[in-house]
């Protein structure tokens, strides 16, 4: 679908008729319509939505009345009608809408109105009753929000993206909608619907004949819990979304704990490490305890090595001293031998004559000398028995212990005080935060975690039985369709659609999935287009269209700005009309109010490739023609402002 | 776009197909389910996707049954 030509008769602030011509082509697909506030943007939006619908939604998505719309300047000069005609094309074929409203007197309310419409397709008028559905299957209302939107509908999407519970039904219905869901899905009910009604056909054929009896019972059997395993199936698909949308909730929650938790943690930790602190101090203690006790003499001993050090001294000088007499003696002993036999006690010649003088002598001196050194020395075995007496007193060991000891207990009495000096200021930060709550969150979210994977395997579970049914069920219609007085047209028709019942449930799950993917990495395309943060990577889209963004780590990023959300809402919209199971212009009403600069030339370079034809309706808060439509250059077809004629009254000129 | 999207249901379906035949005993349902079946059972399911009132999708859908059945009795399908 794209848009040929607008004209509006009395319509908000336009009194009179205005024309817009719309055609562009794809080069230069975008038509820039600029309008300060209250000159009437938002009436050519509606005015588009009005002629295609019937009806323009205003603030909070409440229908605008017709009466609402008309020109309060055309309804004082007693024009008392209003009138949109919107030419389109859409497959190669121009189309003509033109819808209108008329008063005999001032109209107070809707009722006051008779409305008109007609669509020509190719000059030619199309049956009343065939318009609604002609514009419905071109662009129907219901996918018509990803094509025609504003800053509030992109506030709600930024409430979808602060809360991914809020209102995600409506949201995901619409997105599925806009992405052609339901096509599979009303078709895999009206596959089923049309199995039961042939089975049942079968059975009415196959009953007269009294033969079958036991094959049109199974049947029915078969059929019966073939439905109950699917009702199954249907129901825990159900509890598992719910339970689903529960633990994303939960994960929401938890990540808003996220600071909270992690201090919880670090306090569990220095409960830990002080526990272990206190361990290491009383184990410190009772060794320092048992080291004392042991060593009570430990303050005498300085004085125990000293006293020690004068006995290793005394021993030592005495054992020379003895062993000084033990030399005299010896020496004495030899002389008085060799003077007795008259012969050298070493080589054992006989002495010379005059030697045994020599010898007398000498024999003399040793004895003197004997003598001298057999002064009473100290006791020796007395001093070695005090000395080792003296031994287990002065151990360096029991020292080196009792130093460590203390030394640990000292470093686990400073890590106790440290430890709880941190406790203590974490304990502060937790004190608006209940614990209790983190937990019992916690736990509810493991609970949801536990029962979606309880839940996936019971399914699993009922699509194996499921498979079964289905194949005896084949089985039984093959058997019926050989079976006297069957119709085997039907038994045909009847395992025709039991397969495509089968089918259709297998590829509706798989489609959804795949939707899922495609519309995130396109919206992640087009958000790693416009962002201006080179750390996020893309998007992340859950079961329910929630969204995040993730940096380039795969980190989901939870804290954004007004603009990021903005920037992420665009960016949602952008891939799934990317996807979308319908074309058609995308007209965005005031869009960018909250985009700083940067984010701004962004957007305006990606809008073109949003569509083959984008009408964008700006103030000049958000786009300044001077500053601003350089980013725009080449792609503007048509350029439009909105000049104000008074209060209540602007008309539209063509700037090219 | 539209098309791409209708295309990548057709590709799911497609893809699944295998594992649903299997279930199937009837040759000739297997034979009838083609890829040109499916594909305008897709067109007609992609056409059928905003109409609140089932009624007429579901007579479609039959007669889209019925026709290739009867499509497939011509090709001499055996009775």
């Not at chain 1, 659609?497 to 449930?505: E, F, K, T, V």
């Amino acid at each position: 679908m794209r848009f040929l030509r607008l004209a509006i008769e009395n319509l908000g602030p336009y009194c009179g008729r205005h024309e817009l011509d719309l055609n562009v082509t794809q080069e230069a697909p975008v038509v820039l319509i600029h309008g300060e506030n209250m000159r009437g943007k938002s009436s050519l939006f509606n005015a588009v939505k009005w002629a295609l619908y019937g009806s323009a939604l205003g603030r909070r998505g409440r229908a605008i009345p017709s009466t609402a719309l008309m020109s309060l300047d055309a309804i004082d000069h007693a024009d008392y009608h209003m009138l949109v005609e919107l030419d389109f094309e859409h497959g190669g074929v121009e189309y003509r809408l033109e819808r209108q409203v008329q008063a005999v007197t001032r109209p107070q309310a809707d009722r006051d109105l008779r409305t008109n419409v007609s669509l020509r397709r190719q000059g030619h008028f199309l049956a009343t009753e065939d318009i609604d559905r002609t514009i419905d299957d071109i662009l129907h209302p219901d996918i018509s929000r990803f094509f025609f939107f504003d800053g509030e509908m992109l506030n709600q999407y930024e409430i979808l993206l602060g809360d991914p519970t809020r209102d995600s039904d409506l949201v995901r219905r619409s997105i599925e909608q806009i992405l052609g869901l339901p096509a599979l899905q009303l078709l895999e009910e009206d596959v089923a619907e049309a199995r039961r009604d042939a089975a049942k056909r079968l059975l009415k054929g196959a009953e007269v004949e009294r033969r079958n009896e036991a094959l049109v019972a199974s049947i029915r059997q078969t059929n019966d819990e073939l439905e109950a395993i699917e009702r199954d199936i249907r129901e825990m698909r159900d509890v598992r979304e719910k339970a689903s949308a529960e633990k994303d909730r939960l994960t929401e929650r938890l990540e808003q704990f996220g600071e909270v938790q992690a201090d919880v943690r670090e306090l569990d930790r220095m409960d830990a490490d002080l526990k272990d602190a206190e361990e290491r101090q009383k184990h410190a203690q009772e060794s320092c305890r048992v080291l004392l006790r042991d060593s009570w003499w430990m303050p005498a001993a300085r004085l125990a090595r000293a006293r020690a050090e004068v006995l290793d001294a005394t021993a030592e000088e005495a054992a020379a001293h003895l062993q000084h007499l033990a030399d005299l003696r010896a020496r004495s002993t030899e002389l008085a031998l060799s003077r007795a036999s008259a012969t050298c006690s070493l080589c054992r010649r006989p002495l010379d004559p005059g030697t045994d003088e020599l010898l007398a002598a000498a024999e003399e001196s040793v004895a003197d000398e004997l003598a001298a050194a057999s002064s009473p020395a100290s006791d020796l075995p007395t001093i070695l028995a005090e000395r080792k007496a003296l031994a287990r007193f002065v151990s360096e060991a029991s020292l080196e212990q009792l130093a460590t000891a203390e030394r640990a207990f000292r470093r686990a009495g400073l890590d106790i005080r440290r430890l709880r000096q941190q406790a203590d200021a974490i304990k502060d930060r937790l004190k608006e935060h209940d614990r209790a709550e983190i937990s019992s969150t916690e736990m509810q979210h493991e609970a949801c975690v536990r029962q979606i994977l309880d839940l996936d395997n019971k399914i699993a579970a009922a699509e194996g039985r499921s498979v079964e049914m289905h194949s005896k069920l084949s089985r039984l219609q093959q058997q019926m369709a050989e079976a006297p007085g069957a119709d085997p047209r039907l038994a045909v028709e009847a395992a025709l659609y039991s397969g495509l019942s089968y089918l259709l449930q297998q590829s509706v799950t798989s489609f959804r999935e795949q939707l899922r993917v495609q519309v995130e990495a396109e919206a992640s395309d087009i958000f790693r287009a416009i962002t201006t943060e080179p750390d996020y990577a893309g998007l992340r889209i859950n079961e329910r269209y929630g969204l995040t963004i993730v940096d380039r780590d795969g980190r989901e990023i939870r804290e954004r700005s007004a603009g990021a959300e903005q920037i992420v809402a665009l960016a949602l919209i952008g891939g799934l009309n990317r996807c979308a199971t319908r074309e058609g212009p995308v007209v965005m009403d005031t869009p960018f109010g909250r985009l700083d600069t940067r984010h701004r030339e962004n957007v305006l370079r990606f809008v073109p490739t949003l569509g083959t034809q984008v009408v964008l309706l700006v103030q000049s808060g958000e786009l300044d023609r001077d500053r601003d439509l350089r980013h725009l250059d080449g792609v503007v077809g048509r350029e439009y402002v909105l000049m104000r004629d008074g209060p209540t009254r602007s008309h539209v000129e063509a700037v090219h | 776009m539209a098309e791409r999207t209708k295309a990548g249901a057709l590709a799911v379906v497609l893809g699944h197909r295998e594992a649903s035949g299997s279930l199937m005993t009837s040759d000739r349902a297997k034979t009838i389910m083609s890829d040109r079946f499916l594909a305008d059972l897709l067109d007609l399911a992609w056409q059928n996707q905003f109409e609140q009132d089932r009624s007429a999708p579901r007579r479609a859908l039959r007669q889209l049954i019925a026709d290739a059945i009867e499509a497939d009795r011509l090709n001499g399908a055996p009775q």
